[in-house]
C-alpha cells in the first residue's frame, strides 16, 4: 500500500512538470507571432508610394489661392518691413512661389475684339481722377472682372498694323461685348478715322517702361472704423490688397467701383500689402487715413 502510493505521487509530480514545460513552449511560439504581426489598428511600417496621382492633388487642392473675402491670412509679415512712419516708406517682396494671378486678362495672350470711341477724361468706373492723359479706354463688363482690369495697360492694334497702348479707366456698358474697348476719341482716331465709328482690333496686356510711383488713396468716409483703399497708378494689374492687422495679413475684397474694403476697420492705417499678377509684392508703411488724398509711395511694380 505504501509502494503504490509513493508511485502515485511520483507520476502526479511528472505530469505537473510536463504541463509546465508545454506551457512555457506555447508561451514563447505566442510571443514570436505576436512581434512578427502589426497589432490590430496599428500602422506597418511600409514605404508610401512616391508621386500618387490622389496625394499630388490633395496638395494642389489645399494651396492657397486668392479669395474674394476679407478673411484672415496666415502669412507672416515679409522679413525687413519697416515700422510704421509718419512719411510713405515701402519694402520689396518678391512672392515665393509666385504664379500668375490674373483674371480673364491674362499675360502673352492676345484677344481679338472691336474698337469704338467715347468722350473720356480719365474718370469713369474705376473712380480715377479726370486727368490729361487722353490714351485711356473702358473696358467690356465681361473683361472688367468686378475692377480687376483698372489700372491696366493694353496695346491695341488695328488691323492696319497701327498700335497704340492705352490704360483702363472705365467700364463699357452692358452692350459691350466681351473683346471690345471703348477707347477715349483721342486714342480713336490714332488708330483709324472717326468716321469708322468701330473697328476690329487685337489687343493684349502691357507692362509699360515708363512709370511713375504707386499712390495709395482712402476713400471718402474712411476712418479707423470702416475704410476703403485704392492703388493707383501700379504698372501691373493689381491682383490682391492686404491690411496689416493683430492677427497678420488679410486680404480685402474689391469692389467693382475699385476700392477694397475694411468692413470692420481691421488694419485701417496700418501697412498695406499690394499684389500683381506676377507675383510681386509690394509693401508700404506710414500712409496715414486722409481720405480722398492720393498718397504718394517710393515704389512700383517690375516691368514684364
Known amino acids: ?19 509546465i514545460v508545454v506551457l512555457l513552449t506555447d508561451h514563447k511560439a505566442d510571443a514570436g507571432r505576436a512581434a512578427a504581426t502589426p497589432a490590430v489598428g496599428a500602422r506597418a511600417n511600409v514605404p508610401s508610394a512616391k508621386g500618387s496621382p490622389s496625394a499630388s492633388r490633395s496638395a494642389a487642392d489645399t494651396s492657397a489661392k486668392p479669395s474674394g473675402k476679407a478673411t484672415p491670412s496666415t502669412s507672416s509679415p515679409a522679413k525687413g518691413t519697416a515700422s510704421a512712419k ?43 481722377d479726370p486727368s490729361d492723359d487722353v490714351m485711356t479706354g473702358a473696358m467690356n463688363h465681361t473683361d472688367y472682372e468686378t475692377a480687376k482690369a483698372c489700372g491696366a495697360y493694353v496695346s491695341v492694334r488695328a488691323a492696319n498694323g497701327t498700335s497704340i497702348t492705352v490704360r483702363i479707366t472705365n467700364e463699357c456698358p452692358g452692350d459691350c461685348a466681351p473683346g471690345q474697348i471703348d477707347l477715349s476719341a483721342q486714342a480713336f482716331a490714332k488708330l483709324a478715322a472717326p468716321s469708322a465709328g468701330r473697328i476690329p482690333i487685337t489687343w493684349k496686356l502691357a507692362s509699360p517702361s515708363a512709370s511713375g510711383t504707386i499712390s495709395i488713396r482712402y476713400k471718402t468716409g474712411s476712418t479707423q472704423y470702416w475704410c476703403g483703399i485704392q492703388a493707383i497708378g501700379h504698372r501691373n494689374p493689381l491682383a490682391r490688397l492686404e491690411v496689416r492687422t493683430g492677427s497678420g495679413w488679410r486680404q480685402l475684397p474689391r469692389t467693382d467701383y475699385n476700392y477694397f474694403l475694411s468692413e470692420d476697420g481691421s488694419g485701417c492705417g496700418g501697412a498695406i500689402r499690394i499684389t500683381d499678377i506676377y507675383g510681386e509684392r509690394l509693401t508700404v508703411n506710414g500712409i496715414a487715413i486722409r481720405p480722398n488724398v492720393a498718397q504718394p509711395t517710393r515704389v512700383q511694380f517690375a516691368r514684364h
Open 1 to 19: 500500500m505504501h509502494r503504490r502510493w509513493l508511485f502515485l505521487s511520483v507520476a502526479a509530480a511528472l505530469t505537473v512538470v510536463s504541463l
Open 86 to 128: 509718419p512719411s510713405a516708406t515701402a519694402t520689396k517682396q518678391q512672392a515665393s512661389g509666385a504664379v500668375l494671378l490674373a483674371g480673364r486678362i491674362r499675360p502673352g495672350v492676345t484677344y481679338r475684339g472691336v474698337a469704338t470711341f467715347y468722350d473720356a477724361d480719365g474718370g469713369g468706373a474705376c473712380l480715377y
